[in-house]
């Protein structure tokens, strides 16, 4: 067996060897969860820390939001969650008020959204309203003649 030979054998062995495992990373996810009493409260965390890879669950029946910290999938353990426990819930739809570019357009603004939150909403979306109504522009305008005379 020559050097050739020696670099077959390494190089064999070497491929042979299982790849590591890639590590999963402990992420935190963020449930809107609809819970009015205690009870709700206790069934929502019960049944989230019942399941596999959840290591802490946080809630705040105040805010209606429950946090997930663990190896988990964020879709998955939502529709895992709704088929055990019957419960209205969705994906945190919220994020902090200066977090959002545009914090008054009418797709960022939701009345149920607690206090300093707002939508998530693109950066790219269209805002619509505007400040500038002609109509309101030309109200006082010395141009005018039907303007209003009270100036």
């Known amino acids: 067996m020559g050097l050739s030979g020696t670099l077959d054998y390494l190089s064999d062995k070497l491929s042979d060897m299982k790849k590591p495992k890639k590590l999963k990373q402990i992420t935190t996810v ?7 009493c205690d009870g709700c409260e206790h069934k929502a965390k019960s049944a989230l820390k019942s399941m596999k890879g959840v290591r802490s669950v946080v809630v705040d029946r105040k805010m ?4 997930i910290t663990g190896i ?13 426990t019957g419960m209205t819930c969705q994906l945190w739809p919220y994020v902090p008020f200066n977090m959002v570019a545009n914090p008054y357009i009418s797709q960022a603004y939701d009345k149920k959204a607690p206090a ?20 309101y522009l030309t109200i006082f305008s010395d141009e005018d003649p039907n303007s209003c005379s009270i100036m």
């Open 116 to 135: 300093n939150h707002v939508r998530k909403v693109d950066p790219s979306a269209p805002i619509k309203e505007t400040t500038m109504d002609p109509t």
């Open 30 to 36: 963020h449930f809107k969860v609809r819970m009015d």
């Open 64 to 67: 209606q939001k429950v946090s």
């Open 72 to 84: 988990v999938d964020g879709p998955k353990l939502l529709k895992k969650f709704k088929d055990k």
